[in-house]
């Protein structure tokens, strides 16, 4: 295929556009820990921006992208981005900026996991789950969906994430989350956010990127590429306006609330935006808001302390993302609403499948870790906190 520069360009902004997700879930969750955590939980997504660009140079971009292999996962192609050149070949962009621009979304989904062990974890094995989780977890779901896997040879559909982002990294945080159990005094003493202002701005450059993660998908700077970002901005309004008004109805409606709310949105749209229309991603925000607000309702009923809401809004938002994208496509495919049933169901059952595979891959994992080098730090070091405990560090703020 021909390179197109203007595809080229708009790739290389997307590129970016995603990387800046990784610093901005930092300060999402930064804001919403205890300052004795806050230099931990931001350095969390930095380390897992800097693990997976190794680890998917190495044998992760092969893994996800290589050739098929049973349908489960590439061949060893690609192995230290071996062929993986300057020339466009079945995209019109270089093959090494596909890479780059699959290998931010790789990044991110780790990152957004870190909720599930906010105030807890050891750096140490942290860098061993994390390799291990993004090559055993991540990369599957990608070829699954993108790679030439099961998925996709099915007809599934998801345009930028939905079960290869937000439901592998939403369902794996509740599983690590249970394997290394709750932060002391959770349930009984008060644990509030030290800084809410800067889980807002955390919230602003998500919706900032995400313009670059779904209209990115596109892979060109076209018609298709504009209806995602139009789509991706209504949908994350309307979830951050029907969670404000749920909450508002059981008592103040929280700032944070309403960015979750509009996160809830973005993670809805995802496999959607390049398939609905504008109307249908009013539909697909709004019922995001709502249920990813009522999951995390859920979760606090029942005492999981899956610390920051991956699981309620990452994970839940994006199986019915999934699930609404079998409903709603209009857009070059088409949906339930449309006559086509199988779209639904074969949507369905992939989003079922990505949900028991991240969770219980997941659980496994953190079991092996945590019965061998451990997951958790000490009650000596989590009463200090990981700033200090982790990086000898301190916020002055």
Not at 346 to 372: C, E, H
Request: glycine residues 14%; charged residues 10%.
């Amino acid at each position: 295929m021909t390179l197109d520069s203007g595809a080229t360009a708009w790739i290389l902004a997307s590129t970016c556009l995603v990387m800046l997700m990784t610093p901005g879930v930092g300060l999402f969750y930064g804001g919403l820990v205890r300052r004795k955590n806050v230099i931990a939980m931001v350095a969390l997504a930095f380390l897992s921006y800097a693990l997976v660009s190794v680890q998917w140079v190495f044998c992760g971009y092969s893994i996800a992208f290589g050739s098929d292999i049973g349908g489960f996962i590439g061949g060893p192609d690609y192995i230290g981005l071996s062929g993986v050149g300057m020339e466009a070949s079945a995209l019109p962009i270089p093959d090494i900026l596909f890479a780059a621009f699959q290998l931010v979304f790789a990044a991110l989904t780790l990152a957004i996991l870190t909720s599930g062990v906010a105030e807890r974890i050891r750096l140490s094995a942290f860098v061993v789950f994390g390799l291990l989780w993004t090559t055993l977890v991540y990369d599957p779901l990608a070829h699954w969906a993108w790679g030439g896997g099961w998925a996709a040879s099915l007809g599934a559909l998801d345009f930028a994430g939905g079960t290869v982002v937000h439901i592998s990294s939403g369902f794996g945080a509740l599983a690590i989350a249970l394997v290394i159990g709750k932060r002391m005094g959770f349930g009984e003493n008060s644990i509030e956010p030290h800084n809410i202002p800067m889980t807002l701005l955390g919230a602003a450059l998500l919706w900032f990127g995400w313009f670059g993660f779904n209209a990115g998908s596109a892979i060109a700077a076209d018609g298709l590429a504009s209806n995602a970002l139009m789509v991706t901005n209504t949908a994350a309004a309307a979830g951050a306006l029907t969670w404000l008004l749920a909450s508002s109805i059981r008592g103040k409606p929280s700032s944070v609330g309403m960015v979750s709310g509009a996160i809830a949105g973005l993670v809805g749209i995802t496999p959607a935006a390049g398939f609905v229309d504008v109307p249908s991603s009013l539909v697909i925000g709004g019922v995001a808001g709502l249920i990813c607000y009522g999951a995390l309702l859920w979760r606090l009923k029942k005492g999981f302390d899956e610390s920051l809401d991956a699981w309620a809004i990452h994970g839940v938002g994006g199986l019915w993302g999934a699930i609404a994208t079998g409903i709603f496509a209009s857009v070059g495919k088409t949906g339930l609403l449309a006559g086509n049933a199988y779209q639904f169901g074969i949507n369905t059952i992939d989003a079922l499948i990505a949900v028991g595979y991240a969770f219980v891959v997941t659980y496994i994992l953190a079991m092996i870790i945590d019965r061998t080098i451990g997951l958790r730090v000490s009650e000596d070091e989590e009463y200090v906190g990981l700033d200090i405990s982790q990086h000898g560090e301190r916020a002055r703020s």
